[in-house]
C-alpha cells in the first residue's frame, strides 16, 4: 500500500472556548493511525507546532478577577474560591481584607485577548516556550522553560498570520509596531500564550521549496495592539502586577501530559 496523506487540521469544533493546546489532540489521533497501519507511511499535512508566550498588560482583566471583600455592608468574599481571583492589598473591591484570594495555582483563562478590555500592550519579546514535532510520538512529557526580559519595549511583536520558515518565530516576522514599542511602560499583568501550526510546504500548501523540511507557520497570536482577531489565547494573570524595567525578569515553566494533551504551567 502506498503512503497514507491526513489532512488534518487543528480546529476542532468541539474545542473552542478551551485552551488553545488541546488542539494537540491531533498529535495523539496520527499515534493512533501509525498503530493501526504498521505497513503504511502515514503523512500529515501538520508537521508540528510551538507554543508561544509574551508578557504583556491587561489592566481591564485583571481589574475585574481582584478579590472580593465587604461591599456596601455585604460580604463576597465566599465568591472569591469559586470565581477565581487575584491577590493584592490594593485591588479588593471593599473595605474588609479579602479570603480565598491565595491562589495555590496560577489563574489561567482562555481568552480572545482583543475582548479582554483596553490597556493590552506587549512588554516583552515573543519567544517560544515548547516545539513539538509531529514526524515523531508524543511523549509522556514534555518539558520547557524561558526567561522573559519585561522591559516595555520588544525588539519584535506581530500578529496572527501565515509565514514563511524564514519570517520569524512567534508571529513576529521581524516587524516592529510603533504603537506597541513606544511610550510610558505600564504594570505587567500577564502572561499570553498562544499555539502556532507548521504545514508541510511541499505539493499544494504554498511552502515554496518542496521537500518536508520546508513549510509555512500559521500564527494564532493576538494582534499587538489589542485589535479584533479570530484566534483564542490563554492569558496566565499575574498574582500582583510587576514592575516593567530594563532588569525585570519573569520565568515561566511549562510540562505538557501527553495522556491528556494538557499543559501544566
Same mark, same amino acid.
Given at each position: ?25 491531533v498529535?495523539?489521533?496520527l499515534? =493512533?493511525?501509525r ?10 499535512v ?6 508561544c508566550?509574551? #508578557? ?7 481589574r475585574?478577577?481582584c478579590?472580593?471583600? !465587604? ?5 463576597? &468574599? ?10 493584592? *492589598? ?7 481584607p *479579602?479570603?480565598?484570594?491565595?491562589? #495555590? ?5 482562555p481568552?480572545?485577548?482583543? =475582548?479582554? /478590555? ?16 509531529f514526524? /515523531? ?13 519585561? &522591559?516595555?519595549?520588544?525588539?519584535t511583536?506581530?500578529?496572527? !498570520? ?9 508571529g ?22 498562544w ?8 505539493? /499544494?500548501c ?5 521537500? !518536508? ?7 494564532e497570536?493576538p494582534h499587538?495592539?489589542?485589535?479584533p ?9 499575574l ?15 511549562a510540562r ?10
Amino acid at each position: 500500500l502506498g503512503p497514507l496523506l491526513v489532512a488534518c487540521e487543528p480546529y476542532f469544533r468541539d474545542l473552542e472556548g478551551l485552551a488553545p493546546w488541546f488542539r494537540l489532540r491531533v498529535w495523539a489521533l496520527l499515534d =493512533q493511525l501509525r498503530d493501526a497501519n504498521p505497513d503504511r507511511r502515514i503523512d500529515s499535512v501538520l508537521r508540528g507546532a510551538r507554543l508561544c508566550v509574551v #508578557a504583556a498588560a491587561l489592566p481591564e482583566l485583571w481589574r475585574t478577577r481582584c478579590a472580593l471583600g !465587604s461591599v456596601e455592608g455585604f460580604d463576597l &468574599t465566599a465568591a472569591n474560591s469559586a470565581l477565581g481571583v487575584v491577590s493584592t *492589598p490594593t485591588c479588593a473591591r471593599g473595605s474588609a481584607p *479579602p479570603s480565598g484570594a491565595t491562589r #495555590a495555582h496560577p489563574l489561567l483563562l482562555p481568552r480572545l485577548v482583543w =475582548q479582554c /478590555g483596553g490597556g493590552y500592550r506587549e512588554l516583552s519579546d515573543r519567544v517560544t516556550l515548547l516545539d513539538f514535532d509531529f514526524a /515523531g510520538r508524543m511523549p509522556a512529557q514534555l518539558s520547557g522553560q524561558v526567561t522573559l526580559g519585561v &522591559t516595555g519595549h520588544p525588539a519584535t511583536a506581530g500578529h496572527g !498570520s501565515i509565514a514563511s520558515d524564514s519570517d520569524g518565530c512567534c508571529g513576529s516576522g521581524g516587524r516592529v509596531h510603533d504603537e506597541v514599542c513606544t511610550g510610558a511602560a505600564p504594570a505587567c499583568h500577564a502572561l499570553v500564550m498562544w499555539m502556532e501550526w507548521r504545514v508541510r510546504g511541499d505539493g /499544494g500548501c504554498g511552502g515554496g521549496g518542496g521537500g !518536508s523540511e520546508t513549510g509555512m507557520w500559521l500564527s494564532e497570536a493576538p494582534h499587538p495592539s489589542g485589535a479584533p482577531s479570530p484566534w483564542w489565547q490563554s492569558v496566565l494573570l499575574l498574582q500582583h502586577p510587576e514592575v516593567v524595567g530594563s532588569e525585570r525578569r519573569l520565568t515561566i515553566r511549562a510540562r505538557l501530559d501527553g495522556t491528556s494533551a494538557d499543559i501544566a504551567f
